[in-house]
C-alpha cells in the first residue's frame, strides 16, 4: 500500500517535454540512416533510412526475389562515402554486373564468398562485418537461429555496419533480435511488410515501384533514340525484353 501511494504522489509530466522520451505511438528517434531511395519507405522508417550498425531483416518467399530492386539504391549512396566493398555472403546467384553499374553500383564494389554450410556462412557474415574497411554486408542465412542472428547485431552495432540478412517467409514466425523486419512480396511491383520496427505497428503493406529510379530513366531514354526496339507495336514491345538494363535487377 505504502509503495502504490508513493507512486501515485509522483507528478505527471508530458513527455512531449522530454527529448530522451520514446512515446509508443511514434517513431523512434534515431541517428539519421542511409537514404533508401524509396521515399515512402524512409518516411516508415525511424532515422528515416536504413540504420546502420543494426540487424535488417528481409524475408522473401524465393531467395533471390526483388533484391536489387529494394536495396540499390541504398547501396550506391552507402559507397558514395566510402571506400569499401559490399560483401555478398552465401547469394543464391551471382550478381549481373553490368545491370548494377549502369545503375550507380559498379560490380569491382562487390566481393562474393561462397559457403555452402550454414555454420561457414554465419563465421564468414561476422568476419565480414569486423573488418575496416567493408561497408555492408549482405547475408543469406535461412537456417539461423534467433541467438545466431543476436550475434550479427551486436557485430553490426559494434562495428557500424550496414547488414542486410535474408531469410525465408516461414520466419515471420519466429523470433528475431532484429530492430528492423521486413516482408517481401509482389511482380510489377513491391508489396513491403514492415513486420517489425522501432515505432507503432504498420499495418497496410508499402507500394514500391519495381524499377527504381535510375534504371526507369535509363529504360525511357533508351526508349526514345531513333531506331530502338521500342518503336515497334506494344503487343511486340511486351516481348522483346533482351536488352540488359530492360532485366529487373536480380541476382539472376
Known amino acids: ?8 504522489s509522483l507528478p505527471i ?81 551471382q550478381p549481373f554486373g553490368p545491370s548494377l553499374k549502369a545503375q550507380g553500383l559498379a560490380a569491382e564494389r562487390l566481393l562474393c564468398i561462397h559457403a555452402d554450410k550454414p555454420s561457414a556462412r554465419l563465421w564468414a557474415a561476422e568476419q565480414a562485418l569486423r573488418c575496416v574497411e567493408v561497408t555492408a554486408v549482405m547475408a543469406w542465412l535461412p537456417q539461423a537461429r534467433p541467438e545466431q542472428l543476436r550475434r550479427l547485431h551486436m557485430a553490426a552495432q559494434q562495428q557500424s555496419r550496414l547488414l542486410f540478412v535474408f531469410r525465408g517467409w516461414d520466419a515471420r514466425h519466429q523470433a528475431s533480435p532484429a530492430p528492423l523486419r ?14 517489425k520496427r522501432r515505432g507503432p505497428p504498420l499495418l497496410a503493406p508499402l507500394q514500391l515501384p519495381a524499377r527504381g529510379v535510375r534504371l526507369a530513366a535509363l529504360l525511357q531514354a533508351r526508349k526514345s533514340r531513333p531506331g530502338s526496339e521500342s518503336a515497334a507495336t506494344p503487343a511486340d514491345a511486351s516481348d522483346r525484353r533482351s536488352h540488359v538494363l530492360d532485366r529487373t535487377p536480380s541476382l539472376a
Open 1 to 8: 500500500m505504502t509503495a502504490v501511494s508513493r507512486i501515485s
Open 13 to 93: 509530466v508530458d513527455p512531449a517535454g522530454l527529448r530522451h522520451v520514446w512515446r509508443v505511438a511514434d517513431l523512434a528517434c534515431e541517428q539519421p540512416g542511409i537514404p533508401t531511395g524509396h521515399p515512402e519507405l524512409e518516411a516508415a522508417l525511424p532515422g528515416g533510412g536504413w540504420p546502420v550498425g543494426s540487424l535488417i531483416e528481409v524475408l522473401q518467399q524465393r531467395p533471390a526475389q526483388h533484391v536489387w530492386q529494394l536495396l540499390l539504391p541504398g547501396l550506391v549512396r552507402a559507397l558514395e562515402n566510402s571506400v569499401g566493398p559490399v560483401i555478398l555472403v552465401g547469394a543464391p546467384y
Open 182 to 195: 521486413l516482408l517481401v512480396e509482389g511482380g510489377d511491383s513491391l508489396a513491403l511488410h514492415i513486420l
